[in-house]
């Protein structure tokens, strides 16, 4: 059917955009207009930076959330968005509950340290999740800085993040 001159043929795609055939090819207006929804980025790829800000974040005080004052509502703020992210990127609440599981049951530092490689097999087992990916690095490396010794507020913290991360990955729910 004729539109203003133009054949057309309009149709939608997964996504819910719409497709539509002028004859000078095909152009998914949804795209090109709304590349950023919300103002965050749609892509899979350009919300791969969002992992590298929560890693540098988190990475910086992963062991010293118990002494957290002031700063303890940017910290919850930033696991609440962090939830958001796993979400968006796959990371069920059940994938995060095996790990809070293996985390809670380490009792010393030298326990959370022998599940560095467990955290290895189950990166690879998921290799194509980044956001499993991104919460077993930022938890592998606040692993590898305790110190043997005199660690019992860092392993509190560490247990306190996955806490967090558990209660705020259920709050944002909707798994499959």
């Known amino acids: 059917m004729p539109i203003s001159g133009l054949s057309a043929i309009v149709g939608r795609y997964k996504g819910g ?20 929804q919300n103002g965050k980025p749609q892509n899979r790829n350009e919300r791969y930076d969002d992992s590298e800000k929560y890693a540098n974040y988190f990475n910086e005080i992963i062991l010293k959330i118990t002494s957290l004052k002031e ?10 968005d ?24 380490a009792e010393t530092a030298i ?11 189950i990166i690879g087992k998921n290799e194509r999740n980044r956001a ?13 800085k305790l110190n043997i010794k005199d660690v019992d507020e860092e392993i509190k913290s560490l247990k306190e993040f996955m806490e967090t991360i558990v209660a705020y990955r259920k709050y944002v729910g909707n798994d499959k």
């Open 17 to 36: 955009g719409i497709i539509v055939n002028n004859n000078s090819g095909w152009n998914n207006r949804n795209h090109q207009n709304n590349k950023f």
């Open 132 to 144: 499993i990916k991104s919460l077993i690095n930022i938890l592998d490396k606040g692993i590898e």
């Open 82 to 105: 962090y939830a958001y992210y796993l979400k968006r990127d796959g990371l069920t609440t059940s994938q995060v509950r095996k790990i809070y599981s293996d985390i809670m049951n």
């Open 71 to 80: 700063e303890y509502d940017k910290y919850i703020n930033e696991c609440k």
């Open 111 to 121: 326990d959370l340290k022998r599940l560095r490689p467990r955290l290895a097999y």
